[in-house]
């Protein structure tokens, strides 16, 4: 059974740095598309970060320079690094995988993701 449990959300003031773990029990994470998403209580979930197949990395336009997405193979961790935290990175953040016959992200709905954690909360105060 795959089991993604995210950590390391909090409160913070803008401007400060907080670093979300996601360990994966029951899944390779090697070598599998991963990424973290967000969501606002009544707006979508919104992608924010993958990390593909192959080691190469991708960010919404918003969180480019501030946030760097990363895993540790060995300990079975995705990472997400932020830095420059603002008012409107306050959200629930979710990680996520793909199947395990799948390893790389589509072009689907959520980049194919199919494994979700219950998610972690951030808030940014001002």
């Known amino acids: 059974q795959v089991q993604l449990v995210e950590s390391g959300g909090g409160s913070v003031q803008a401007g400060g740095s907080l670093t979300l773990s996601c360990v994966a029990s029951?899944?390779?994470?090697?070598?599998?598309?991963m990424g973290w998403f967000r969501q606002v209580t009544g707006q979508e979930r919104e992608w924010v970060a993958r990390?593909?197949?192959?080691?190469?990395?991708f960010y919404i336009d918003s969180v480019k320079g501030r946030f760097t997405i990363s895993k540790d193979n060995a300990a079975k961790t995705l990472y997400l690094q932020m830095n420059s935290l603002k008012p409107e990175d306050t959200a629930m953040y979710y990680c996520?995988?793909?199947?395990?016959?799948?390893?790389?992200?589509?072009?689907?709905?959520?980049?194919?993701?199919?494994?979700w954690g219950k998610g972690t909360l951030v808030t940014i105060s001002s």
């Open positions: 990390i593909e197949s192959g080691g190469i990395t």
């Open positions: 029951g899944y390779t994470i090697s070598g599998h598309c």
């Open positions: 996520a995988a793909v199947p395990v016959f799948s390893p790389r992200c589509t072009a689907g709905e959520y980049y194919g993701m199919h494994y």
